[in-house]
Every structure is written in structure tokens, then in C-alpha cells.
């Protein structure tokens, strides 16, 4: 996900099943749980209340 945008074109991640897709590709692309929301951040606004839960919950 070495993609880079503006804020303004960032989509919005807040829906847990979206978010644990997001991570499970991350995943399978070799990053690490200490990379993962960073890596997330550069692409989309995540909600970190349910990325919290999802990633406690996994």
C-alpha cells in the first residue's frame, strides 16, 4: 500500500469487515502488527475505535 494521497481523496474506513480485509492483505503482503495502521493511515481515515476493537478481537 505504498500509495500516497491528498486528505481529500481518502475514503473512509470504518466498517469492521472493511478493516479486517485491509489488515488480512496487509498481512499477506508481509507487514507486521506494528506497521499496520500506519500503513493504513496513508490510504484511508480509519476509525480507530473499531480498528482497536478488531485488531483485540483478532
Known amino acids: 500500500m505504498e500509495r500516497y494521497l491528498e486528505d481529500h481523496q481518502k475514503r473512509r474506513l470504518t466498517e469492521r469487515v472493511d478493516i479486517m ?8 503482503q508481509g507487514y507486521d502488527h506494528d506497521q499496520l495502521i500506519a500503513e493504513l493511515t496513508k490510504v484511508f481515515f480509519v ?9 483485540v478481537a483478532a
Do not use: F, Q, R
Request: proline share 0%.
Open 21 to 28: 480485509t485491509a489488515i488480512d492483505i496487509l498481512k499477506s
Open 47 to 55: 476509525d480507530l475505535d473499531a480498528y482497536n476493537e478488531v485488531v
